[in-house]
Nanobody, 119 residues
Framework: QLQASGGGLVQAGGSLRLSCTVS????????MAWYRQAPGKQREWVAS???????NYEDSVKGRFTVSRDTGKNTVFLQMNVLKPEDTAVYFC???????????????WGQGTQVTVSS
C-alpha cells in the first residue's frame, strides 16, 4: 500500500527528494514517517509528519531534511538537502494505518529506496 521512490546516488552536498505514495486516501492516515537503515545498523527514525499538520525530525537531519505531503496526490515527500555520506542508507516510509479492503491495516511499511551519498 506504500510505494517509495526517488533514491539514487548523489555527491556530498547534493539533494534528493523521496516520495511515498499511498494506494488509497492519505487522509485515512494519522502519521507518516521516514526511517532509514544503513548497512550493519538498526533501522532508525528520520522524520514524521502528522497528516493534519505538524512535523518532527531526528536531530542529525534538522535543517537539512523537510517532510511534506500532497493530499491531492496521496503522497508524502522527504526533501533531503546538504546530504552527507553518513546519510547513506535504505530509506523506508511508514504509515501508522492505511485504509484498504474495507478496513484498516496498521504499521504499514513501504519497500525502501536506496540513497547513496559519495564523499
Amino acid at each position: 500500500q506504500l510505494q517509495a521512490s526517488g533514491g539514487g546516488l548523489v555527491q556530498a552536498g547534493g539533494s534528493l527528494r523521496l516520495s511515498c505514495t499511498v494506494s488509497g486516501s492519505i487522509l485515512a492516515i494519522n502519521v507518516m514517517a521516514w526511517y532509514r537503515q544503513a548497512p550493519g545498523k538498526q533501522r532508525e527514525w528520520v522524520a514524521s509528519i502528522v497528516i493534519g499538520g505538524g512535523t518532527n525530525y531526528e536531530d542529525s537531519v534538522k535543517g537539512r531534511f523537510t517532510v511534506s505531503r500532497d493530499t491531492g496526490k496521496n503522497t508524502v515527500f522527504l526533501q533531503m538537502n546538504v546530504l552527507k555520506p553518513e546519510d547513506t542508507a535504505v530509506y523506508f516510509c511508514n504509515a501508522d494505518r492505511v485504509y484498504s479492503g474495507g478496513g484498516y491495516k496498521y504499521n504499514v511499511w513501504g519497500q525502501g529506496t536506496q540513497v547513496t551519498v559519495s564523499s
